[in-house]
Structure formats: C-alpha cells, structure tokens
C-alpha cells in the first residue's frame, strides 16, 4: 500500500483546488520509498549495509495496474472514453479537473438538482480490477468511519464491476493545506497559530485511532485549514487523505508489514516496518511541530535512506539549540516536542488527548514574560525611576512628598501583576545515553540496579545522575553524570 501521489496539471482551468488533492506526495529529504526489511537490515548491521543501490523505489500503483491490467473487462460494457471534464457521473456534472495521480483522478463538480459543489476522487479504469477497487474505496471507507468536524467528510460511494467507473464525492473544502501556509509566511508561524492549529489536529486525531485506524502518512500537507466562512473567524482544521492508513480492528491487516508514508515524518518503528498504533501518529505530529517552531525538520539528508538512518540511530537537537536567532521557544514547549520524538513509543505520550492537554494548557496560560516584553518592561521600569528622581528634587513640601507618595503607591499596586500559582514540575525526561569502558564487560548500575553491560546504550532520567561501573578484578567507577540528549561516558578501568 502507497499514498495517492497526486501531481498538478498547470493548463487545467477554473479553480484552485485543495493541495490534498493537486500537490505530489511532497517529501523534503527525497528519495525512494524504502522496503521495512532493508531499514531493519541497516539497523541490525550499521549504516554500511544499507546502500541506495539496494533500495529500488516502491511502485505500488504500477503493480497496481499491472494486475489491473489483466482483469478481463467486456469491450461492449466500457465506454470508449473515461469521463472528463464537461461530463456527467450519475448526478454530478463535472466542472474542472483539479488533480490527477497514478490510480486516480479528482474533479470538482456539481450536482445537477442541489447545486451543491463537491470533490470527486474517480479512479482509472486501468486500475479498476477488484484488488484496486477495494484498495481505492478503502480510504474512503476509514475516513467515514470517523465522525468529526475535523476530518474531511465523505459523503457517497459508487462501487462499479470490474472496467467501470468507482469513485467517491468528498466535500469540498476552501482553503490551503499547512504546508502553504508555512511557505507563504517564509518563517516560523505564532506560536498561538501554532498551538491552535496542532491542538485542532490532535482533537480530530484523537477521533481517528478511537475508530480503530492510525493515519500513518501525518504531514503538512495532509492538515487542512479551511478558510473561514466570516470575517474574524479563525481557519477550521481538517485531518485529509486517509489512503495508507491502517485499520487496527483487522488482523490480516496487522500481519502485514509495510513500510508507507513520508519517510521524513515516520516514526522509527514504523520506517522499520514493525508494530504501527497511535503512538506513531503522535511522532509524527511531533515532526510537524518540531518543523513548525524551528524551522526546519529534525532530521535532514540527501536522501530518504540518510534520513531514516539518523531517525533510527540519532536524538533531534533540541529546538532552543536549532533555532535561529530571535525565535524565542517555551522550555515547556521543547519539553512537549521532545517527548513526542522518543524512538521508544512507551516514553512518548501515549494519546493525541494527552499531547492536546498539554498544548492547549501551553496556548491558554503561556509564559508570562518573552525575551522582548522583558526588554520593554525594564526601559518603562527604568524611566519611571528617572521620573521619579526628578520630580524628588522639584519637590519641597513636605505635603506634596505626602501626596505624590500616596500616589505612587495606588500606581505601583495597579501595575504590580497578580502572584502566579507556582508552575507544575514536569516529570523529568528519559534520555539515551551511550556507555563505553575499557575493558569492556563492567556492569553499568544506577541507584543498586545493573541497566546494561558495556559497551551498551542505557536510559537516564534528564539531569545529573550517579553511575557506578563494576568488573570483576578492577575498582569500581563512579561518575556524576549530566544527562542531556546525546551524552555518551567513557571510562577507563584501573585494577
């Protein structure tokens, strides 16, 4: 299974349509689509073994059609033409061709007695066998399953026999999808907009994996904001493209391991091809936030297989550190992103509700003081106190001292903000951190209990930890140790 790569067609006419439908299926890093068992052998032999000569390009819509292409198909009961633009398709009238990609194309169209303006996704009579009908009208199916407001609506499904005409109307939306967004501002958005935008994602999520699916293919352009229908109103989010998601409720489904999505924003267990749950949507939408608030991704390469080796065997660098100069990033809010990157799924959160918890706690009570508002706060502070001096020395009377006193205190009551509740510790953080000894095979302990034999790789909680490494015939070592992302310890034994 293969995400849907829609690309645009620059002579078509009429109206911009949603990039969902009219964009490629648009992948930073590049690269081909990488096979589960390549990625795992890279993993398990180093990054050596892993070369891009070994990866041929997955091309699941021309299998597709290859397959299609033999189901037997009456020439009397097709048409001789596939419908286009200026047809009819039961009660629609095809208006304009909007996107079009290797097993599918997307019309906006019109029904005829409503006047209602629909998408249309059709699917191509060359793959219109049984296999690429189910594989086609799936998707439609899962993102029906799910009702929210912020998830694209499906709202008919015409199943044809083999060589007909299937396809599905969605509803149409008015808009740009968040990748758009994002180029068309050329720099980080608010982070109000931000916490906004991705809160209404996790919500409609949240609605996705309680129907038993994972989206598995969660990047920017696949979130839609939906322009306002009035003025002052913000954007409405909606979760689009449900085609490589997987339905947990169907175990044939399960025991098929695949590699789908855009290798820039899967998560390890899912570029390795193993178990795929809400968890990974979560890594995912971490990626996303982590793109929004930086800058940039977390994991960059010349190709899909640099970029999945780094995700695989790599921490991000903290957004504080990878920002440009200016952007100002919450400690609470890398805290957030962070523990959405953790290559262990059982370290990240374990719900789109609990991830939305904490991004709307963040966007209703943020911090109170930014880098900028402190620089005003201390000018007007210090030109109060120059007021102040001057207006001493003009001052003689001991009742205007009285009276200007009085007055000044009713001022600085007024502009003295009300005391903040004291803000909740975070549960420190698990990190990796890499092991090593000479010799090798000493015990690495924390706290009385043994966490591995070196050289090894052991989680830490973030901060400064003591460890002991014991082998038999040399003194133990202890070590204070910093734990951040990436500390690695070396230490030399002495008998």
Sequence with gaps: ?????????PSLPLHTP????????HDPAGGPKIAPQEVARAHRGGLSSLAPASLPPRQVEGSERARCSLAPASPASRPAVEPRVGDRLGPYFLQSLV??????????????????????????????????????????????RVRHPGVVEITDIVEAPPGGDSYYVMEWL???????????????????????????????????????????????ENIFLVAPTSPGRPERVK?????????????????????VGTPSYVAPEQAQGGKVDARSDIYALGVILYEMVVGRLPFTGDSAVDVIAQRLTCPPLEPRRAAGPGVHIPRRLEHIILRCLQKDPAQRYQSMAELRRDLEDL?????????????????????????????????????MRRSMRGLTDRFEQRLRPPPAAPPATPEPMWLEVQVDSSPSGAQVRYQGKVLG????????????????????????????LQVRLGARLSVRLSR
């Design 99 to 144: 996107g079009e990609g290797g097993m599918g194309r997307v019309f906006r169209a019109v029904h005829d007695k409503l006047g209602r303006i629909v998408a249309i996704k059709l699917l191509r009579r060359s793959a219109s066998c049984g296999a690429g009908v189910q594989r086609f009208l799936r998707e439609a199916r899962f993102a029906n």
């Design 363 to 399: 966007r209703l009570h943020p911090p109170l003081f930014g880098p900028r508002i402190r620089k005003v706060a201390l000018l007007a502070a210090g030109g109060l106190i120059l007021t102040a001096s001057a207006g001493a020395l003009w001052m003689r009377s001991d009742g």
């Design 239 to 259: 979760v689009i493209d449900f085609g490589v998601a997987l339905d947990l409720s169907d175990p044939k489904a399960l025991l098929e391991p695949d590699m």
């Design 1 to 9: 299974m293969s995400s849907i790569r829609w690309t645009r067609n």
């Design 174 to 220: 008015e808009g740009k999808n968040l990748r758009e967004r994002m180029r068309e501002l050329g720099h980080p958005l608010p982070l109000p907009e931000i916490l906004r935008i991705l809160s209404e994602a996790a919500d409609a999520l949240q609605a996705v994996h309680e129907a038993d699916l994972v989206h598995r293919d969660l990047k920017p």
């Design 453 to 480: 034999i070196t050289p090894c790789v052991v989680r830490l909680p973030e901060g400064q930890r003591r460890i002991e490494l014991q082998r038999a015939g040399y003194r133990t070592e202890r070590h204070d």
């Design 18 to 25: 949603p990039p969902s439908w009219r964009e490629a299926d």
